[in-house]
T-cell receptor, first 115, second 110 residues
Framework: DAGITQSPRHKVTETGTPVTLRCHQTENHRYMYWYRQDPGHGLRLIHYSYGVKDTDKGEVSDGYSVSRSKTEDFLLTLESATSSQTSVYFC??????????????FGQGTRLTVV | GENVEQHPSTLSVQEGDSAVIKCTYSDSASNYFPWYKQELGKRPQLIIDIRSNVGEKKDQRIAVTLNKTAKHFSLHITETQPEDSAVYFCALIGRRALTFGSGTRLQVQP
């Protein structure tokens, strides 16, 4: 599993509340990603990081922010949760020296329900 | 950004038959094309990948072919078994991250 863990695994939250999901890795990999998975949409990229304090937006970044103050942790924050953000969230890391020559490993996923 | 289209969205085959899933893409700069398998309730896991300098790669019952000129790549599963039932995703490396297709739900009927 490339030493990647997500927390929490399940969460139910109310509309309008902030939520933070954590992705933790133990092997000092540079590249980390957050995806959301919804039926019929596959895995869509929310944000990604190339290293400490180096982050960028993916295709569905509205309503989300990220932080990476340490190599091992990549945090995803929903500033004010909405029902449309109910989804399964996967963190992933790329194992390799270059983004163009690498295999990705996924965390176990976090099932988030916004009520 | 990068775009990858995957077909079919669902596929049902009889045990022992072959299954083929196809993906097309638009970014000619892409040069790494992995395939992931996701079983129900589990995380996606890499099953095979191919790089742009290779036209075909095999690993036991699975194979991937790549046609860079036509910008499509395909996953082939032969002698399908019930344990092959899962959702399969194609992907490619975009400018900065993996971009995924929308997935194919494969059902192998015993």
């Amino acid at each position: 599993d490339a030493g990647i863990t997500q927390s929490p695994r399940h969460k139910v939250t109310e509309t309008g509340t902030p939520v933070t999901l954590r992705c933790h890795q133990t092997e000092n990999h540079r590249y980390m990603y957050w995806y959301r998975q919804d039926p019929g949409h596959g895995l869509r990229l929310i944000h990604y990081s190339y290293g400490v304090k180096d982050t960028d937006k993916g295709e569905v970044s509205d309503g989300y922010s990220v932080s990476r103050s340490k190599t091992e942790d990549f945090l995803l924050t929903l500033e004010s949760a909405t029902s449309s953000q109910t989804s399964v969230y996967f963190c992933a890391i790329s194992v390799g020296r270059s983004i163009m020559n690498t295999e990705a490993f996924f965390g176990q996923g976090t099932r988030l329900t916004v009520v | 950004g990068e775009n990858v289209e995957q077909h079919p969205s669902t596929l049902s085959v009889q045990e022992g038959d072959s299954a083929v899933i196809k993906c097309t893409y638009s970014d000619s700069a892409s040069n790494y094309f992995p395939w992931y398998k996701q079983e129900l309730g589990k995380r996606p896991q890499l099953i095979i990948d191919i790089r742009s300098n290779v036209g075909e790669k095999k690993d036991q019952r699975i194979a991937v072919t790549l046609n860079k000129t036509a910008k499509h790549f395909s996953l082939h599963i032969t002698e399908t078994q019930p344990e092959d039932s899962a959702v399969y995703f194609c992907a490619l490396i975009g400018r900065r991250a993996l971009t995924f297709g929308s997935g194919t739900r494969l059902q192998v009927q015993p």
